[in-house]
């Protein structure tokens, strides 16, 4: 018995000593978590304060550490990934914190809308990184949340068009982009809200920009500015946009100095805002600059993407891609001015972030592979601008196709290295395709008249280096050698030509010729020789002792056109 009653007192002992242990720890626990909470307090404070002194690094360190210290507190998690993206374009570990949030918050069930969010932003991110069928899997998803808890015609379902709209204009796919910013329009419309309306429409005058259908941008965006005098909005942050993008038009047609005025407007309300220091105000500098540039006052360019890159690196810190797309047009700067090392130190800036914030893969390296190529082609380096032409390509190729509007240039530096190099078969196969690509993009045009002449001179080129390069006859057969008569007192003029001729004879070279005319006119400079020429139908027959005085040029004018020719001319030689 007494053993017993020592056991009992120890039991209750042992009990009562554990009753303390448990009442101890969860003392501890609520101290630790309200230190916690607290702490977590403190970091999002201290980041607020640093995002408004534009110490934006500061402030993602703030958040991570935050959510770093308690990795399953999904809305730390979330935060994360948004100043990670937002200020410091960090996609990828941006999308490391919103896939931790996103498992989270579907592990305890949270909230659907929330979940919706971060599809939205992963969708974002992902297009940014050139991940194109990500980017449209996690919008789509969001889209779908979105319009079952908040209905088809919501703010959030509006944003997520808008979104799926920006992805397809970056891929070229530009019917479906205007798809999307029609549905995005008509949740505007029915909300009626003017500043809405006239984001869209700023958003689809952008999209038939890119798309080359000046008119047609330029009808939206005037809408677009319209609505917002017209509601006496003329401050809002939002008209400065519209103001951005129609000079964006302007400059795409060529009047660079309507464009400037435009961006003086767009500045002018940017400010009224903000001080000098915000992105927006860093990309009308941007595109001043670019118009400057294409004015070809380089001094002016250079200080406008000088102060680009200044308010960039203040706001966004060194190593953002947006300070990346500055470098390359300074770059392109004395790339035009013919300082080509400065040039290239300035691309090779500009790819090491691009590289460092995106990966190997992503559209922007292969732009600046190209520029970089075509730099060393200005250069005289041949191998060089192949092998980086060759790298864009892949690049474009792997992202895209072979039908991206930014190959056509690839195409041409592609031809012209080649063609240097004396690798004739290789720069008539590039040379094709950039013809090719040009007419299926853009139809006839006197660009695609010029490449048509570049590819015969190329033909021609190896022909008279022994290399009959395949396709010759049947690509030969759409061209004629014309002659224009040089204004003045030459023999041309005398005998009464004028303007330009079809050339059909010359010396003992006929239209049927194999040979090049450029071979005989050098072979009958300044020798006696007949003539014969065509225009407007009408066959004449000259003969000059000396200098004609015209000069002789190769014209695409099609396969039946030709052969219309040739049989007018065998007709006048049978008479």
């Given at each position: 018995?007494?053993?017993?009653?020592?056991?009992?007192?120890?039991?209750r002992?042992?009990?009562a000593?554990l009753?303390?242990?448990?009442?101890a720890?969860?003392?501890?626990?609520?101290?630790?978590?309200?230190?916690?909470?607290?702490?977590?307090?403190?970091?999002?404070?201290?980041?607020?304060?640093?995002?408004?002194?534009?110490?934006?690094?500061?402030?993602?360190?703030?958040?991570?550490?935050?959510?770093?210290?308690?990795?399953?507190?999904?809305?730390?998690?979330?935060?994360?990934?948004?100043?990670?993206?937002?200020?410091?374009?960090?996609?990828?570990k941006?999308?490391?914190?919103?896939?931790?949030?996103?498992?989270?918050?579907?592990?305890?069930?949270?909230?659907?809308?929330?979940?919706?969010?971060?599809?939205?932003?992963?969708?974002?991110?992902?297009?940014?990184?050139?991940?194109?069928?990500?980017?449209?899997e996690?919008?789509?998803?969001?889209?779908?949340?979105f319009?079952?808890?908040?209905?088809?015609?919501?703010?959030?379902?509006?944003?997520?068009?808008?979104?799926?709209?920006?992805?397809y204009?970056?891929?070229?796919?530009?019917?479906?982009?205007?798809?999307?910013?029609?549905?995005?329009?008509?949740?505007?419309?029915?909300?009626?809200?003017?500043?809405?309306?006239?984001?869209?429409?700023?958003?689809?005058?952008?999209?038939?920009?890119?798309?080359?259908?000046?008119?047609?941008?330029?009808?939206?965006?005037e809408?677009?500015?319209?609505?917002?005098?017209?509601?006496?909005?003329?401050?809002?942050?939002?008209?400065?946009?519209?103001y951005?993008?129609?000079?964006?038009?302007?400059?795409?047609?060529?009047?660079?100095?309507?464009?400037?005025?435009?961006?003086?407007?767009?500045?002018?309300?940017?400010?009224?805002?903000?001080?000098?220091?915000?992105?927006?105000?860093a990309?009308?500098?941007?595109?001043m600059?670019l118009?400057?540039?294409?004015?070809?006052?380089?001094?002016?360019?250079?200080?406008?993407?000088?102060?680009?890159?200044?308010?960039?690196i203040?706001?966004?810190?060194?190593?953002?891609?947006?300070?990346?797309?500055?470098y390359?047009?300074?770059?392109?700067?004395?790339?035009?001015?013919?300082?080509?090392?400065?040039?290239?130190?300035?691309?090779?800036?500009?790819?090491?972030?691009?590289?460092?914030?995106?990966?190997?893969?992503?559209?922007?390296?292969?732009?600046?592979?190209?520029?970089?190529?075509?730099?060393?082609?200005?250069?005289?380096?041949?191998?060089?601008?192949?092998?980086?032409?060759?790298?864009?390509?892949?690049?474009?190729?792997?992202?895209?196709?072979?039908?991206?509007p930014?190959?056509?240039?690839?195409y041409?530096?592609?031809?012209?290295?080649?063609?240097?190099?004396?690798?004739?078969e290789?720069?008539?196969?590039?040379?094709?395709?950039?013809?090719?690509?040009?007419?299926?993009?853009?139809?006839?045009?006197?660009?695609?008249?010029?490449?048509?002449?570049?590819?015969?001179?190329?033909?021609?080129?190896?022909?008279?280096?022994?290399?009959?390069?395949?396709?010759?006859?049947?690509?030969?057969?759409?061209?004629?050698?014309?002659?224009?008569?040089?204004?003045?007192?030459?023999?041309?003029?005398?005998?009464?030509?004028?303007?330009?001729?079809?050339?059909?004879?010359?010396?003992?070279?006929?239209?049927?010729?194999?040979?090049?005319?450029?071979?005989?006119?050098?072979?009958?400079?300044?020798?006696?020789?007949?003539?014969?020429?065509?225009?407007?139908?009408?066959?004449?027959?000259?003969?000059?002792?000396n200098?004609?005085?015209?000069?002789?040029?190769?014209?695409?004018?099609?396969?039946?056109?030709?052969?219309?020719?040739?049989?007018?001319?065998?007709?006048?030689?049978?008479?």
């Amino acid at each position: 018995a007494a053993r017993l009653g020592r056991q009992r007192d120890a039991i209750r002992e042992d009990a009562a000593d554990l009753a303390r242990r448990h009442e101890a720890h969860d003392k501890s626990v609520a101290l630790h978590s309200k230190e916690l909470e607290d702490f977590g307090a403190d970091c999002y404070s201290r980041a607020e304060i640093c995002l408004m002194e534009h110490k934006n690094d500061s402030a993602a360190y703030y958040l991570e550490l935050r959510a770093n210290t308690d990795t399953l507190n999904a809305e730390w998690q979330f935060e994360a990934g948004i100043v990670t993206v937002d200020y410091v374009a960090e996609y990828n570990k941006s999308i490391q914190y919103l896939n931790r949030a996103l498992r989270i918050f579907s592990s305890q069930q949270g909230d659907i809308k929330y979940i919706a969010y971060i599809y939205h932003k992963l969708g974002i991110n992902y297009s940014v990184l050139a991940l194109y069928d990500a980017a449209l899997e996690n919008a789509f998803k969001a889209l779908e949340i979105f319009r079952e808890t908040l209905g088809e015609n919501s703010v959030e379902v509006s944003g997520v068009y808008n979104s799926i709209s920006s992805i397809y204009s970056v891929v070229g796919d530009y019917e479906k982009a205007l798809e999307y910013l029609e549905k995005d329009l008509n949740i505007a419309l029915q909300k009626g809200d003017s500043s809405d309306i006239a984001i869209t429409y700023c958003d689809l005058g952008n999209v038939y920009r890119m798309l080359g259908d000046y008119d047609k941008a330029e009808e939206y965006l005037e809408k677009s500015i319209s609505l917002y005098i017209d509601n006496h909005k003329e401050d809002d942050e939002g008209l400065s946009d519209s103001y951005n993008i129609i000079s964006l038009v302007c400059t795409s047609r060529g009047d660079f100095n309507k464009s400037l005025e435009y961006l003086e407007k767009a500045l002018e309300i940017a400010l009224k805002w903000y001080d000098d220091s915000q992105p927006l105000v860093a990309n009308i500098y941007n595109n001043m600059g670019l118009n400057y540039h294409y004015l070809q006052e380089y001094g002016k360019a250079l200080e406008y993407y000088d102060k680009s890159v200044r308010t960039n690196i203040r706001t966004k810190g060194e190593r953002n891609p947006s300070v990346a797309i500055d470098y390359n047009n300074i770059a392109g700067v004395y790339h035009q001015q013919g300082d080509y090392d400065t040039a290239l130190q300035y691309y090779d800036k500009g790819l090491d972030i691009q590289l460092e914030q995106y990966g190997e893969k992503h559209i922007d390296n292969a732009r600046s592979y190209h520029n970089i190529g075509n730099v060393y082609i200005y250069k005289g380096d041949f191998e060089k601008a192949r092998d980086l032409n060759q790298k864009s390509l892949a690049l474009y190729t792997e992202i895209f196709n072979e039908e991206y509007p930014d190959l056509i240039a690839v195409y041409e530096d592609l031809a012209m290295s080649y063609s240097r190099l004396e690798d004739y078969e290789n720069s008539l196969k590039y040379g094709k395709k950039e013809l090719n690509l040009l007419l299926n993009l853009y139809g006839e045009s006197p660009r695609a008249d010029m490449l048509y002449i570049k590819i015969a001179v190329l033909y021609w080129t190896a022909k008279s280096n022994g290399e009959k390069l395949p396709g010759f006859d049947d690509f030969m057969s759409e061209f004629v050698f014309v002659g224009t008569i040089v204004p003045g007192e030459t023999a041309a003029a005398q005998q009464g030509l004028a303007g330009e001729y079809t050339i059909l004879e010359f010396g003992d070279w006929n239209i049927g010729s194999e040979s090049s005319l450029w071979e005989k006119s050098d072979e009958l400079r300044g020798k006696p020789k007949t003539i014969v020429v065509m225009q407007d139908g009408k066959i004449t027959q000259h003969h000059f002792e000396n200098v004609i005085g015209m000069g002789i040029d190769y014209k695409h004018v099609g396969r039946a056109e030709r052969q219309r020719i040739l049989d007018e001319y065998y007709k006048w030689k049978a008479q």
